[in-house]
């Protein structure tokens, strides 16, 4: 699979969720106290992700 996301923890010992793309790290969340939260926030992405608008600032 090319895309993938990855829960690791970091060094404050918190849960970040990390969206990879042929093994290219594309975006990471905050940090959260449970996995939970990680778990959560993934699937909120997931959830709105496709239907959010682009903004163009160039």
Known sequence: MAHKFEIKR???DEFVAYFKYNGET????????SKASAINAIESIQKN????PIEDNS
């Open 10 to 12: 970091n060094k404050a």
């Open 26 to 33: 594309i975006f990471w969340t905050e940090g959260y106290k």
């Open 49 to 52: 992700g496709p239907v959010a």
